[in-house]
C-alpha cells in the first residue's frame, strides 16, 4: 500500500494586518494552505497582494494577527523566539531574490554557515558537506570566492546550496530568480527544482512569472490577501 505524505506546512485561517499612523491595513485575510511532503507549490499574484507576507509567515519571520502555522507538526505560535530560530535553522530553508549571503564569508562559509548555527555540523565536517553541496550546484570549483567575486547568477546558486545544506524539509523561496536575467534565471530555476526533488523537501514559492508557476506541482493566486481555490487561480 502506498503511503499518503504527510502535510510538511499547514496555515489555518491565517490573518495579518500591518498598523501604522492610519490604521491597520489588511494583507491576508483567513488564508488557508497545505503542502504535502515534497510537494511543490507556486503562489502568484499581483505586487502587495500578500505573497511574501504569507512566506514569512510560513518561515516564522512574521506572527499571524490570527490563525495558526505548523511546520513538520510543529505550531509556530506556541514556540518562543528562539524555539522559531531552531525550527527555522533545522527544518526549512529559504531562498530570497536579494541572495542575503554574509558578503565577509566565502562561498563554502556562506554554505556551512547553517550547519554550524543548528548544530548540525562544525569545523571540518561542516565544510565538508558544504563543499558536496556546492559541487551539486555547479561551484564546487570556486569555494573560496566571495559573494563580490561571483556572478549574479553564481551568488543565487550558493543561496541554493545554503538552503539546502542541513537537509530541510521544506522550502521558502520568494522571487528566486527576480535579480537575475532571463537565461541565467532559467538555469538557476531548473537547478532549484532539481535539487529540491533530489533532496525530497517541499517548496512553496512566491513568483511573479505564470510560466514558472506552471512547471510546478500546483498554482494557487493570491488576490487582495486571499488565496483562491484552485478552481479559481486556473
Known amino acids: 500500500m502506498t503511503m499518503q505524505p504527510k502535510p510538511v506546512l499547514e496555515c489555518r485561517s491565517l490573518s495579518f494586518a500591518y498598523r501604522g499612523g492610519a490604521g491597520a491595513a489588511t494583507v491576508l485575510n483567513e488564508v488557508d494552505l497545505t503542502l504535502l511532503g515534497g510537494e511543490r507549490v507556486a503562489i502568484v499574484g499581483e505586487s502587495g497582494s500578500g505573497k511574501s507576507t504569507l512566506l514569512h509567515l510560513a518561515g516564522g519571520l512574521e506572527r499571524p494577527g490570527a490563525g495558526t502555522v505548523r511546520v513538520g507538526g510543529s505550531e ?16 526549512m530553508g529559504i531562498v530570497f531574490q536579494a541572495f542575503h549571503l554574509i558578503p565577509t564569508l566565502t562561498a563554502v562559509e556562506n554554505v556551512a554557515l547553517p550547519l554550524e548555527l543548528s548544530g548540525l555540523g562544525q569545523g571540518a565536517g561542516a ?56 537565461n541565467t534565471g532559467e538555469v538557476v530555476f531548473q537547478l532549484l527544482l532539481d535539487q529540491v526533488q533530489e533532496s525530497g523537501a517541499a517548496l512553496l514559492m512566491v513568483t511573479h512569472s505564470e510560466a514558472l508557476a506552471a512547471r510546478l506541482d500546483r498554482t494557487l493566486r493570491m488576490v487582495d490577501g486571499r488565496l483562491l481555490p484552485e478552481a479559481e487561480a486556473e
Open 127 to 182: 565544510r565538508k558537506r558544504a563543499q558536496a553541496q556546492l559541487d551539486q550546484v555547479g561551484l564546487g570549483g570556486k569555494p573560496d570566492r566571495y559573494p563580490e567575486q561571483l556572478s549574479g547568477g553564481e551568488q543565487q546558486r550558493v543561496a541554493i546550496a545554503r538552503a539546502l545544506v542541513h537537509r530541510p524539509i521544506l522550502i521558502l523561496a520568494d522571487e528566486p530568480t527576480g535579480n537575475l536575467d532571463s
Open 76 to 91: 509556530l505560535g506556541s514556540l518562543s523566539e528562539s524555539e522559531r530560530t531552531r525550527l527555522r535553522r533545522q527544518r
